[in-house]
C-alpha cells in the first residue's frame, strides 16, 4: 500500500514538474500579451479619426485637427513605451508573480491613453482634458519605474538592469516635466502640451542602456568561460616564444 502511494506521489510530482513553463518561454508570453495589448490601443485610438462627411475638399478636415495631433502624440508615446518595454523584456530572466502584476499594473495606465487621446482632441486641448492627459502619461511612468524595481528586487542589484538603469535620469526629468505640464495646464495650454512634445522628445531616441549592458555582461562571461577553459601550467605561443628567444 505504501510503494502504491509513493508511486502516486511520484507521478503527480513528475507531472506538475512538466507544466513548469521555462523562464524564457514565460518571458516571450508575457511579451506577446504585452505587445498584444499595446496594438489594440494603437487600433482603438486610430478608430477615433472619423472621416469627414460634410465634402470632399481638404477644409473638411481642418476641423480634425486636434484630433489628429493628440493621435500623432500619443501614437508616439506608445511607441515608445513599446520600444523601452521591448528591451526592458530583455534583461528579465525569470518571472515571477510580482513582475506580471507591475506589468499589467502599467499595460491597465497605457489602456487610459486612447480615451484622455479622444478627449483632449475632441474639446480642442481644452485646459481640463489635457491635465488629464498629463496625469494619465505620469501614472503611465510611474507604473513603469514600478516595474523595472520590481524586475531588479527579483534579479539583484548586481543584474543587467540594475546596472543599465544607473540613477536613470532621464526617467525622474521626465517626471517632473509631466508635474510641471499638469500644473501649467490650468494657465497656458500650449506650454503644457509642448512640455508632453518634450517628454516624447526625449525618449524618442531609443534607450540602448539594456542593450549595452547585456552585450557588455555577455562579453565578461566569454572571456571568463576562455580562462576557465585554458588549462593550469600551459604558456601561451607568445609567451612560448618569448622564453625561447631568451634562452638562446
Keep these: 500500500m505504501e510503494r502504491a502511494c509513493l508511486k502516486v506521489q511520484r507521478r503527480g510530482f513528475r507531472a506538475n514538474e512538466s507544466f513548469r513553463m521555462p523562464s524564457k518561454f514565460a518571458r516571450n508570453r508575457l511579451e506577446a500579451f504585452s505587445d498584444g495589448v499595446l496594438a489594440i490601443i494603437i487600433t482603438i485610438m486610430v478608430l477615433e479619426l472619423k472621416a469627414p462627411r460634410g465634402g470632399a475638399d481638404l477644409a473638411e478636415l481642418r476641423p480634425l485637427a486636434p484630433v489628429f495631433l493628440s493621435y500623432v502624440l500619443s501614437f508616439v508615446y506608445v511607441g515608445i513605451y513599446w520600444n523601452n518595454h521591448h528591451h526592458l523584456m530583455h534583461s528579465v530572466e525569470r518571472v515571477t508573480g510580482s513582475i506580471l502584476w507591475a506589468n499589467l499594473h502599467l499595460l491597465f ?56 538603469i544607473g540613477r536613470d535620469f532621464k526617467g525622474r526629468l521626465s517626471l517632473v516635466m509631466y508635474v510641471t505640464a499638469i500644473g501649467l495646464a490650468t494657465v497656458n495650454v500650449w506650454a503644457a502640451n509642448a512640455l508632453y512634445v518634450g517628454v516624447a522628445l526625449v525618449w524618442l531616441v531609443p534607450d540602448r542602456r539594456i542593450e549595452r549592458a547585456i552585450a557588455q555582461e555577455s562579453l565578461d562571461a566569454e572571456r571568463k568561460a576562455g580562462r576557465e577553459s585554458q588549462p593550469a601550467g600551459i604558456k601561451t605561443p607568445t609567451a612560448g616564444r618569448a622564453t625561447s628567444g631568451g634562452e638562446s
Design 109 to 164: 495606465w497605457l489602456s487610459l491613453v486612447p480615451f484622455v487621446t479622444a478627449w483632449t482632441g475632441a474639446n480642442d486641448f481644452a485646459p481640463v482634458p489635457t491635465a488629464m492627459y498629463g496625469v494619465v502619461l505620469l501614472a503611465s511612468a510611474v507604473a513603469y519605474f514600478v516595474l523595472q524595481a520590481a524586475i531588479v528586487r527579483v534579479h539583484g542589484q548586481e543584474s543587467v538592469l540594475a546596472r543599465a
